[in-house]
């Protein structure tokens, strides 16, 4: 019973991980890029739903607060998302001129890193370094259920818009042919923003949802989850959405597993060791598309 | 194939006038010189190929028309507009479809998915129909594997495919980039007359080809590249008798 209910916690808690994952993810599909600034938006979104949970007005309708608040800080970490590309990654597609070389890899992977440090530090400087309590706006024993069913429906959404939709398929066509893309008419500095606001989005509710469940708010929060979302989109193949999906239940059931044992602070040891497991077996991940890369 | 854009104008030239000038281009890249100052035009409704060895600048000069790669000096004009400014994002709205060397498909979506981005430019349902069933009168292979992925296909059919799609978009003006590379002779015969059959139903077509016979069977004019400047130009019927064409390029 105990490891059955620590499944179930464990698949809640990793279905917030893919939320985050899918952003990761959706970004290396288009742009071979990983970017690492993504567990700051999710950080920044946190915060973000924070003070607009706030200031929609927590005690006159917790619940109209919490929706509205939610709504509007996914927004606004759409927007840093697309920021973010805008500023640092744009301008350094545009100079390698769609050529591809080792620069146009390392250069934006370098950048990505200096991205999510800086958003790390705007943070302490904004918000200050200290633990923030999130408000408990739902009972703690539904706040599983929900993180699970708000996370189910966004990823049935997410299906539809890759799958469903004009959006999509540019997205999906971008993904392997930018210049072919483009000769179809497709803007594809368009489709890579609404990647990127997107995955913020997406990025921000898991952020939310995240502090739902463990109530608190800090900028350094980004670090652990992040590495645990990175984590889960290579453990399922990165590049693949339904890889993200299962890496990221994968690793919330590890993580809830590991606490019934003496282990617990073991938790991120042991998925780390997954992860090598699993590259060892299979080095494209477990639902990644083997084969060679074309350059 | 005679369905109109849906909400573009057919081109103002009239048949036999000039659709497409090309003025002196020059386009360098990488240090390189690869076009030094060519000039051709098309006339509306014709098939105009251009032929030359490896590495002489067609692939270059399409891609430049496409507006893929910048123009050092020269003016490109289409239908009494500068190409100059446009991008290649745009490039489709004003009626030219590039179909590029290596066809360009997207392996990773479907036959019918590669259809429709090739509607990007209008997105109407009724058009994206009924110019399916027009392709797929051209190329029945298509029609039978509309839902396949189109990574699937072979090289033929992919090529088939990228001309489908670039149909999808309903053109005035077909930039082909050697259709036949790569591909099995049945089917190479089978691209051609399809290609002729584009032109008969009013879409102009600049042809590049290095399979020179080909070329300058089915086109009516041609004009011949080497390094960058263009040799010789003419009709194709007087070209393929030239002793010159006939030792450079058919093999005696």
Not at chain 1, 97 to 115: D, E, F, W, Y
Not at chain 1, 158 to 172: E, H, I, N, P, S
Not at chain 2, 103 to 120: D, H, K, M, Q
Request: proline share 4%; hydrophobic share 50%.
């Amino acid at each position: 019973m105990k490891i059955l209910n620590a499944i179930i916690a464990g698949v809640a808690q990793g279905s917030m991980i893919a939320l985050v994952s899918l952003g990761y993810t959706m970004v290396y599909g288009i742009l071979k890029l990983i970017n690492f600034a993504h567990s700051e938006v999710f950080m920044m979104g946190a915060f973000f739903g924070l003070f607009l949970t706030v200031g929609f007005g927590l005690d006159t309708s917790p619940m109209f607060a919490g929706v509205a608040g939610t709504l509007a800080a996914m927004v606004l970490a759409g927007l840093l998302g697309a920021l973010v590309e805008k500023v640092a990654y744009a301008p350094l597609r545009a100079r390698s001129g769609g050529r591809s070389n080792t620069n146009t890899r390392i250069t934006p992977l370098v950048t990505a890193l200096g991205m999510s440090v800086l958003l790390q530090n705007l943070a302490q400087l904004l918000f200050t370094a200290r633990y923030r309590s999130y408000p408990q706006l739902l009972p703690i024993e539904n706040a599983r259920t929900i993180v699970f069913v708000v996370a189910v429906v966004v990823m049935i959404a997410l299906q539809f818009l890759v799958y469903g939709t004009w959006f999509g398929k540019a997205m999906r066509a971008v993904s392997v042919n930018v210049e072919a893309a483009r000769l179809m008419g497709i803007r594809t500095g368009r489709v890579i923003s609404m990647t990127f606001v997107t995955g913020s989005m997406l990025a921000a509710l898991g952020g939310i949802l995240y502090c739902l469940s463990q109530s608190q708010v800090y900028p350094t929060m980004g670090v652990v989850i992040g590495t645990r979302s990175f984590v889960a989109a290579v453990i399922g193949g990165i590049g693949s959405i339904p890889g993200a999906v299962l890496g990221g239940v994968l690793i919330g059931v590890i993580g809830e597993l590991t606490k019934l044992t003496p282990y617990s602070g073991l938790q991120d040891v042991i998925i780390f060791t997954v992860l090598i497991v699993v590259l060892l077996v299979r080095p494209s991940g477990l639902l990644g598309k083997a084969g060679i890369e074309k350059v | 194939m005679k369905i109109e854009h849906p909400n573009r104008p057919a081109p103002k030239a009239e048949a036999g006038t000039p659709l497409l000038t090309v003025d002196n281009l020059a386009v360098s890249y990488g240090g390189i010189k690869a076009l030094k100052g060519i000039s051709l035009n098309v006339n509306r409704g014709e098939i105009v190929a251009m032929i030359g060895a490896n590495g002489a600048g067609k692939t270059t000069t399409l891609k430049t028309i496409a507006r893929l790669l910048p123009i050092s000096s020269g003016k490109i004009n289409y239908d009494g507009r500068d190409l100059g400014p446009v991008s290649a994002e745009s490039l489709v709205e004003y009626g030219v479809s590039l179909v590029p060397e290596g066809r360009g498909i997207f392996p990773n979506l479907t036959v019918r998915e590669n259809l429709e981005l090739g509607a990007w430019n209008h997105k109407s349902k009724s058009v994206i129909v009924e110019t399916e069933m027009e392709v797929v009168r051209l190329f029945p292979r298509i029609g039978e594997r509309v839902k396949q992925v189109a990574g699937t296909l072979s090289g033929g059919e992919q090529q088939m495919l990228a001309i489908a799609r670039a149909l999808m978009a309903r053109p005035a003006m077909l930039l082909l980039d050697e259709p036949s590379l790569g591909i099995a002779p049945r089917l190479v015969a089978d691209i051609f007359e399809a290609v002729a059959r584009i032109a008969e139903a009013g879409t102009t077509i600049l042809l590049v080809e290095q399979n020179t016979r080909l070329a300058l069977k089915y086109s009516r004019r041609a004009y011949v590249l080497r390094t960058g400047e263009i040799a010789m130009s003419g009709n194709s019927k007087d070209l393929a008798d030239n002793e010159e064409i006939k030792a450079a390029y058919l093999g005696g």
